[in-house]
Nanobody, 121 residues
Framework: QVQLVESGGGLVQVGGSLSLSCAAS????????MAWYRQGPGKQRELVAG???????RYADSVKGRFTISRDNAKNTMYLYMNNLKPEDTAVYYC???????????????WGQGTQVTVSS
């Protein structure tokens, strides 16, 4: 069974840094695009950053220049390096990936359980 697990969330002060990781495991044939989403209290879930298999990236304007997304295809793992954190970055961060599962003929979207990031003033 395919599973995505995030780790690395926690409490950090304004201006600090934090690194998140997302590991995919299970009967995986291949992983296409991967992305980080976040959802603050009472807010809609929004795309933070996305990355293709080849390493092409896209960022939300609110995090551009501060966050860096990367992936290690050999480890089926994605990372988000967050720098100069602001209070508005406080949210639950979710890993998302389009995965071709063993025994399937098409990709589908999978979500991790989320990890809390809290930026204190």
């Amino acid at each position: 069974q395919v599973q995505l697990v995030e780790s690395g969330g926690g409490l950090v002060q304004v201006g600090g840094s934090l690194s998140l990781s997302c590991a995919a495991s299970g009967s995986i044939i291949s992983i296409n695009a991967m992305a980080w989403y976040r959802q603050g209290p009472g807010k809609q879930r929004e795309l933070v950053a996305g990355i293709t298999t080849g390493g092409i990236t896209r960022y939300a304007d609110s995090v551009k220049g501060r966050f860096t997304i990367s992936r290690d295809n050999a480890k089926n793992t994605m990372y988000l390096y967050m720098n100069n954190l602001k209070p508005e970055d406080t949210a639950v961060y979710y890993c998302n990936a389009e995965i071709l599962r063993g025994g399937s003929i098409s990709y589908r979207s999978y979500w991790g359980q989320g990890t809390q990031v809290t930026v204190s003033s």
